[in-house]
Nanobody, 123 residues
Framework: QVHLMESRGGLVQAGASLRLSCFAS????????MKWYRQFPGKERELVAT???????YAPASVKGRFTASRDNAKNAAFLEINSLKPEDTAVYYC?????????????????WGRGTQVTVTS
């Protein structure tokens, strides 16, 4: 099994930058893609970044330019840096990891979520 733990987001002022971290533990060799999502109140989670295990990054146009995702496989970690924060970035941010059964004999296919971390941006 894989477990994910996100760093605390917190209360930040508009215009500031924030770096979220996500650390994986357990059967980390089974992890393929790692992703970041955010969820606004009353809305479904939306994908803000995908980082493949080879380091390729995909991000929707809506966040390109302000959101930078990265990954450090040696630390079993993924990061999301958000620049020029806006009040509309206020959301719960989630880390996600996909595990694949084909990576190693003990791996099983799964979709793992962190608990989420609240980011509140004040104007």
């Amino acid at each position: 099994q894989v477990h994910l733990m996100e760093s605390r987001g917190g209360l930040v002022q508009a215009g500031a930058s924030l770096r979220l971290s996500c650390f994986a533990s357990g059967e980390t060799n089974c992890i393929s893609d790692m992703k970041w999502y955010r969820q606004f109140p009353g809305k479904e989670r939306e994908l803000v970044a995908t980082i493949t295990d080879s380091g390729t990054i995909y991000a929707p146009a809506s966040v390109k330019g302000r959101f930078t995702a990265s990954r450090d496989n040696a630390k079993n970690a993924a990061f999301l840096e958000i620049n020029s924060l806006k009040p509309e970035d206020t959301a719960v941010y989630y880390c996600n990891a996909e595990t694949l059964s084909g990576k190693y004999w003990y791996c099983q296919k799964s979709n793992v979520w962190g608990r989420g971390t609240q980011v509140t941006v004040t104007s």
